[in-house]
């Protein structure tokens, strides 16, 4: 168990919906990553925050959008959802030191 | 275009046998990288990691290799058990940069067979 929680587990939705995933970092860490990972790739980095406020941004549609609460967690929506957005999407966090990442166990989202 | 390669899409081992995953980069501004073990429904694991400034890397029964001027790197397993059947991701950070500018292979899925 990494400590960081997400949920929900699955989602499967429509095309034209939106949906919101939500993540919980381990206990104290500040940094929050987002990735998503499509069929047969790489995770791919979307967006960074850190401690309430976006850090970096990646390969994040406009269609997609996140924040950070005051206490920590993060939400990652997703809107006008297509079929291309099926993909497992995981978040991580680090400590202060940003020595190593640890992952959620991801969400399987589903577009039909 | 792919940064980070992971040509081999899946691999079996013998139980006890040495296990090689191997991964190619082509990005000469990579001088991080790290290994990742995933298994089913949980999230990527952090295995083990290499600097540039080295060319191995051991923990345990896992070793990383690094040929800088092959931008090419191995992960070698020794001796391979079970417990070690996942899909092992590899991945690799610019100089000067953290983890938002990470870019993982595609991934290998070991099998390690008793």
């Known amino acids: 168990d990494s400590g960081v929680t997400q949920t929900p587990k699955h989602l499967i939705t429509a095309t034209g919906q939106r949906v919101t995933l939500r993540c919980s970092p381990r206990?104290?860490?500040?940094?929050v990553y987002w990735y998503q990972q499509s069929l047969d790739q790489g995770l791919q980095f979307l967006i960074q925050y850190y401690n309430g406020e976006e850090r970096a941004k990646g390969n994040i549609l406009e269609r997609f959008s996140a924040q950070q609460f005051p206490d920590l967690h993060s939400e990652l929506n997703l809107s006008s959802l297509e079929l291309g957005d099926s993909a497992l999407y995981f978040c991580?966090?680090?400590?202060?030191?940003?020595?190593?990442?640890?992952f959620g166990p991801g969400t399987r989202l589903t577009v039909l | 275009d792919q940064q980070v390669k992971q040509n081999s899409p899946s691999l079996s081992v013998q139980e006890g046998r040495i296990s090689i995953l191997n991964c190619d980069y082509t990005n000469s501004m990579f001088d991080y990288f790290l290994w990742y073990k995933k298994y089913p429904a949980e999230g990527p694991t952090f295995l083990i990691s290499?600097?540039?400034?080295?060319d191995k890397n051991e923990d345990g029964r896992f070793t990383v290799f690094l040929n800088k001027s092959a931008k090419h790197l191995s992960l070698h397993i020794v001796p391979s058990q079970p417990g070690d059947s996942a899909v092992y991701f590899c991945?690799?950070?610019?100089?000067?940069?953290?983890?938002?500018?990470?870019?993982f292979g595609p991934g290998t899925s070991l099998s390690v067979i008793p």
């Open positions: 206990s104290g860490d500040l940094s």
């Open positions: 290499i600097s540039s400034i080295k």
């Open positions: 991945a690799a950070i610019p100089m000067k940069t953290s983890y938002d500018k990470v870019i």
């Open positions: 991580a966090s680090t400590g202060q030191g940003n020595n190593e990442q640890f």
